[in-house]
C-alpha cells in the first residue's frame, strides 16, 4: 500500500529535497538566521545533481518567493557564504541578460565530491568574507548621526568596514 502512494506521489509530481542531519546539526547552521535557512531551502529546491555549480537564482525571485525585500534576502545570500553553504561560481552578465550561478558546498558538483566548506565555519571566522555595497541611505543616516551627535566618527567607520567577496574555483 505503501508503496504505491509513494509511486503516485512521483507521478503527480512531486519533489523531495535531501538535508542530511550532519549540516543540519552543525554549528555553522545552528548560528544561520531563519531567512538565511529558507532560502538554503530554496536553493536545494533549485538543485538537481547535474546542474550544481550552475545553479541560479535571481534576488528578486528569491525574494518573492520568501516575501521580503531585496535587500533583506541580499543579507540571507551573505549569511549563505560566510557560513560556507554557497559559493558564488560565477557574477551576473547584464549584456548577455544571465543571473549569478551558485554551487551548494554540502552537496556534489559534477564529477567533484562536496567540499563541505561548512565544517570549517567558526564563530569569530567565517570561512568567506562578504562586501554589501553601501547605499546613499546609509550614507545619509551616518551623517545624521554626526551632527546630532550620536556617534563619533571612529565609531561609524569600525561600522561601515565590510569583507570582501571571493570568487574562487573549487578544489
Not at 17 to 28: G, R, V
Not at 81 to 100: K, T
Not at 101 to 130: F, H, I, Y
Request: hydrophobic fraction near 35%; aromatic fraction near 8%; include cysteine.
Amino acid at each position: 500500500m505503501a508503496a504505491r502512494k509513494y509511486k503516485r506521489r512521483a507521478a503527480c509530481g512531486y519533489q523531495y529535497i535531501q538535508k542530511d542531519s550532519e549540516w543540519l546539526e552543525s554549528p555553522a547552521y545552528r548560528d544561520l538566521r531563519p531567512l538565511a535557512r529558507c532560502l538554503l531551502e530554496e536553493f536545494l529546491i533549485v538543485y538537481r545533481p547535474t546542474r550544481n555549480g550552475k545553479l541560479s537564482l535571481p534576488t528578486k525571485r528569491a525574494a518573492a518567493r520568501l516575501g521580503v525585500t531585496e535587500n533583506t534576502i541580499l543579507s540571507a545570500y551573505d549569511d549563505l557564504i560566510e557560513h560556507g553553504f554557497l559559493v558564488l561560481v560565477s557574477s551576473e552578465q547584464w549584456v548577455e541578460r544571465m543571473a549569478r550561478e551558485w554551487r551548494l558546498t554540502m552537496m556534489p558538483s559534477g564529477n567533484r565530491e562536496p567540499t563541505d566548506d561548512w565544517k570549517r565555519w567558526e564563530a569569530d571566522q567565517p570561512v568567506r568574507r562578504t562586501r554589501r555595497r553601501k547605499n546613499s541611505r546609509s550614507k545619509k543616516l551616518q551623517q545624521a548621526a554626526l551632527k546630532n551627535g550620536a556617534a563619533s566618527p571612529e565609531k561609524l567607520q569600525q561600522n561601515s568596514e565590510r569583507p570582501t567577496v571571493e570568487i574562487t574555483p573549487w578544489r
